[in-house]
């Protein structure tokens, strides 16, 4: 089952973190490679902004163990494209409807958001290619 929020039972949801569940944290990355962390899941919008090339890795369970239903959105705002793929390809697979079903690439301006749908499995969906 997949887990929300990190509250927990007794916790009083205040104005400020209600207002917040309709706001992304910014995560940017500008650097060519990024692997996704845990503090990246919740509401964070993975910003790529590098000039060149970018590679953004999913990490396998082992090191990272996302739960299954973890949405995690990218969006380039960088001028090459982002490629997402498996650090561990063997391992963790990361698929989509673009055209190289493993390593599917955002374009420029474009968003895609890793859905965890099993352990070490992930859907990649939205302007891939």
Do not use: H
Not at 9 to 34: F, H, K, P, R, W
Not at 98 to 122: D, E, I, Q
């Amino acid at each position: 089952m997949a887990q929300g929020f990190p509250f927990s039972t007794g916790d009083v949801l205040t104005a400020a973190a209600a207002n917040g569940l309709v706001e992304y944290t910014i995560n940017t990355q500008s650097g060519t490679t990024y692997t996704l962390a845990s503090t990246d899941q919740y509401q964070v919008l993975i910003l790529t902004s590098n000039a060149s090339a970018k590679t953004v890795s999913i990490p396998t369970d082992a090191t990272t163990n996302f739960a299954i239903g973890t949405a995690i959105t990218i969006l380039n705002t960088g001028t090459a494209d982002t490629t997402i793929q498996a650090v561990t390809a063997g391992t963790t697979t990361v698929t989509s409807a673009g055209a190289t079903s493993a390593s599917p690439k955002v374009s420029v301006n474009r968003a895609a958001v890793c859905v965890k749908t099993a352990a070490n499995t992930w859907r990649v969906i939205g302007a891939v290619s």
